[in-house]
């Protein structure tokens, strides 16, 4: 069983950036483990931002490509997510998440096993 934390956010100004963090709280991120980014306003579903593949491909959420970069940092056990040019609309709980197992199609909120309690992120105007 591996818990994940988040942590890095915060409130910032439309145009700012923040960096969010995942580590592991108990159990570890192993090397082979997909993980993701996913993120859920109020009203809204969860829906999938970015994600990592073992080999370092990722794949983003149109709403947030360019913007957006995600990482992992295998020594560490930690994933991060650079969020710039933040939008009001970025306005939401972000979730770390992780998998042992490949994943056909990485923004799916269903082919995940692992998830962080998230971090909430608000960007005013």
């Known amino acids: 069983q591996v818990q994940l934390v988040e942590s890095g956010g915060g409130s910032v100004q439309a145009g700012g950036s923040l960096r969010l963090s995942c580590a592991a709280a108990s159990g570890r991120i192993y090397d082979n483990y997909y993980m993701g980014w996913f993120r859920q306003a109020p009203g809204n579903e969860r829906e999938g931002v970015a994600a990592?593949?073992?080999?370092?491909?990722?794949k983003y959420a149109d709403s947030v490509k360019g913007r957006f970069t995600i990482s992992r940092d295998n020594g560490l056990n930690t994933l991060y997510l650079q969020m710039n040019s933040l939008k009001v609309e970025d306005t939401a709980i972000y979730y770390c998440?992780?998998?042992?197992?490949?994943?056909?199609?990485?923004?799916?909120?269903?082919?995940?096993?692992?998830w962080g309690r998230g971090t909430q992120v608000t960007v005013s105007s």
């Open positions: 998440t992780a998998n042992p197992t490949h994943i056909l199609f990485p923004l799916y909120r269903r082919a995940y096993t692992y």
């Open positions: 990592i593949a073992p080999d370092g491909s990722t």
